[in-house]
């Protein structure tokens, strides 16, 4: 991002616990601590005090706690603002802009808790605006395509933008070269256009040719959790309920599932995603909560605001 002047938080790296520890004791304001490599989503850490930040260095750089992903650690300026994902199909020279979407990554009600893969998500995002699109273009993901390009790497696939923005203007968070769980849930459900033709379109360069047509509709899906994550959590519970919640026009999408004998029982922290499409962002809500009050298994936790503030701002 520094080579090619795409806007992010200032951050520095360190592989060692002393020049981190340095580091960190001069700094104003308390930093963002990111494992640098892979965690399930449980690599980023947003202390409140010099001595959680302490820990989460420790852990990860002496502790090990985080295996190999915690060799590289970034402290990382601490920005604020909501985010949203935006991702874009690329064919190494041209974009094409997917709906904007909201994750939201803490546990609990209200962004409290520690932070998950993702508990729900919501699109299009009332927050991204036509102008706010075109800067996104213009700033983030063409620099990006560009820049990767000149530099001999031409990206083809799906660009995923998590932007911020800060009362300082956007700033990029992270790039991931791929679609988003759970945005994916609620992105491609809205795509009309054939997905086959628009990817074959992607690795044949012809990117240009397409216009994307989305349905005009709000989706939203909640995740259910099991109990006890991001934390250690068991498997094996049966999952009831699943076809009702189809029967309602919800989707299902399954991510921590097994099959045992026959039954679907849960296998993983983040178990399944419940999506509801409907006109407006209100009934989308509406529809993907009443499928989550079809399943039910034990232990399991989902946040019951997922998308509240878009639909009711102030909220
Ligand atoms: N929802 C965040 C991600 O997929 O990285």
Same mark, same amino acid.
């Given at each position: ?75 990382? =300026? ?65 620099? !990006? ?5 000149? =530099? ?48 074959? !379109? ?114």
């Amino acid at each position: 991002m520094r080579r090619h002047a795409i806007p992010t938080g200032q951050a520095r790296s360190f592989d060692a616990l002393e020049p981190a520890l340095d580091y960190l004791h001069g700094l104003a304001a308390m930093p963002v601590i990111k494992a640098s490599g892979l965690a399930a989503g449980k690599g980023v850490i947003l202390p409140s005090t010099m001595a959680e930040a302490e820990d989460a260095l420790r852990a990860m750089l002496t502790e090990r706690q985080f295996g190999d992903a915690g060799d590289t650690v970034l402290l990382e =300026e601490r920005l604020v603002g909501p985010e949203l994902s935006v991702l874009a199909f690329c064919d190494g020279k041209t974009l094409r802009v997917l709906p904007a979407a909201q994750d939201h990554k803490r546990l609990l009600d209200d962004d409290k808790g520690p932070n998950t893969g993702g508990m729900g998500a919501y699109a299009p995002a009332p927050l991204m605006t036509p102008a706010l699109q075109a800067q996104v273009e213009r700033k983030v993901l063409y620099p !990006a395509l560009r820049g990767m390009a000149a =530099e001999g790497m031409p990206y083809v696939g799906v660009l995923y933008a998590g932007i911020m923005l800060t009362p300082a203007g956007l700033r990029v968070l992270e790039f991931n070269c791929r679609l988003g769980d759970p945005e994916t849930q609620v992105i491609l459900p809205l795509l009309e256009s054939d997905l086959v033709e628009v990817l074959h !379109a992607c690795v044949t360069q012809r990117l240009e040719d397409v216009a994307l047509q989305w349905r005009p509709a709000s989706a939203v899906t909640v995740v259910m959790a099991a109990g006890g994550y991001p934390g250690p959590y068991a498997g094996g519970a049966p999952i009831r309920g699943l076809a009702a919640a189809e029967a309602l026009g919800c989707t299902v999408f399954h991510a921590g599932t097994a099959l045992e004998n026959g039954e679907v029982v849960t296998a993983g922290g983040r178990v399944l995603s419940v999506t509801g499409i409907a006109p407006t962002l209100p009934e989308a809500i509406a529809r993907a909560y009443a499928g989550i009050g079809e399943i039910h298994f034990e232990g399991a936790h989902h946040r019951t605001d997922i998308a509240r503030r878009a639909a009711q701002p102030g909220t």
